[in-house]
């Protein structure tokens, strides 16, 4: 197909019938992921969860809650073979505008010590480090640290 006639990739809101397409790129990507109830309640919570698709084809999400001024991303995903080309980027940058459509002056988030990648990406947009959570995070041999960070909107 020629690439001028290909979609433009979107963003939408996450639906139910979703929940079984992200929870594939979710198993391919995290070691420990998130189960489909965690989808299904986040959806149904009212939270801020949305797709990224070309062509309908469904590579991207998030989840973001919003409490009073400060927003806080909860998971975010590439489908492995779209990630390292700037999707993530775009996909948090969505998040972003989100947050201040909604008037959050703040976004934090957590990350893995060990995703180097995911932590020098939230660097680059600006996010800074604010603190860590001991044994956050499931691991292979126990429990890993988490390093909290926020970006002021």
Not at 25 to 48: A, C, K, M, Q
Not at 54 to 74: C, P, R, S
Not at 110 to 115: L, M, Q
Request: glycine share 8%; proline share 4%.
């Amino acid at each position: 197909m020629n690439s001028l006639l290909r979609q433009t990739p979107t963003f939408r809101k996450m639906l139910p019938p979703d929940v079984d397409h992200v929870i594939l790129i979710e198993r391919t990507i995290f070691l420990f992921p998130w189960s489909p109830v965690n989808f299904s309640d986040s959806i149904n919570s009212g939270y801020h969860c949305q797709i990224l698709e070309q062509d309908n084809t469904l590579f991207g999400y998030g989840v973001m809650t919003i409490n009073v001024d400060e927003a806080h991303i909860l998971t975010i995903g590439i489908a492995a073979e779209w990630q390292n080309k700037g999707w993530g980027k775009k996909l948090l940058n969505h998040f972003i505008q989100l947050a201040k459509q909604e008037y959050a002056k703040s976004m934090i988030l957590d990350v893995r010590v060990s995703n180097h990648g995911a932590a020098n990406l939230y660097r680059q947009i600006g996010f800074e480090k604010i603190g860590m959570r001991k044994g956050y995070y499931p691991a292979m041999c126990g429990r890993e640290d988490a390093i909290v960070m926020r970006l002021i909107l």
